[in-house]
């Protein structure tokens, strides 16, 4: 190969692997969110709210333990087709559908972790509720059940 070539290659590439590193945008410390209570039926739990993009982005990446009255709640502007996936996701999830007059549409238990496969509610939603994994089942959550929360925290 032309040696003029393989230096044009390879400045190509050092700058396509820059820009994708510029990409990157940077993790999210979870005790910066926000937070709040979401009930349903009795069950409590003190969840952390995604309501930008970059935090909608992250989720529960990285995270490697969640206690079991714990979770996070995505919320959305519009109602939405709302995919989630696991990417970088350590732990199973429980993944609660609401629409928007508050009721659950679908739960998809454990999913598992670093899963590409995108998980969507089958319709429009207006917040999702992530769990640890087998909560969900464990506390007989079904659809059809009211999710309440208020972000006065």
């Known amino acids: 190969m032309n040696p003029r070539r393989s230096l044009t290659l ?3 590439a050092l700058l396509v692997a ?4 510029a990409q990157i945008a940077p993790i999210h410390d979870l005790a910066t969110l926000k937070r709040t209570t979401v009930k349903i039926r009795s069950h409590r739990f003190d969840v952390w709210l995604a309501i930008s993009p970059e935090e909608k982005a992250q989720g529960l990446m ?4 969640l206690p079991a009255d714990r979770g996070m709640l995505f919320l ?3 109602p939405t087709e709302a995919g989630i996936w696991m990417k970088n996701t350590y ?11 508050g009721k659950i549409v679908r739960i998809a238990e454990r999913a ?6 995108t998980i969507s509610p089958g319709g429009l939603v207006s917040a999702v509720l992530e769990l640890k994994g087998g ?3 464990r506390r007989g959550l079904k659809p059809g059940d009211k999710v309440t929360w208020t972000l006065s925290r």
């Open 91 to 101: 732990i199973e999830l429980d993944i609660v559908f609401i629409a928007a007059d």
């Open 76 to 78: 959305y502007d519009e």
């Open 135 to 137: 909560e969900a089942a």
């Open 18 to 21: 820059a820009g994708c590193a």
């Open 62 to 65: 990285f995270v490697r333990d």
């Open 10 to 12: 390879a400045l190509f």
């Open 112 to 117: 598992r972790p670093h899963s590409l496969e």
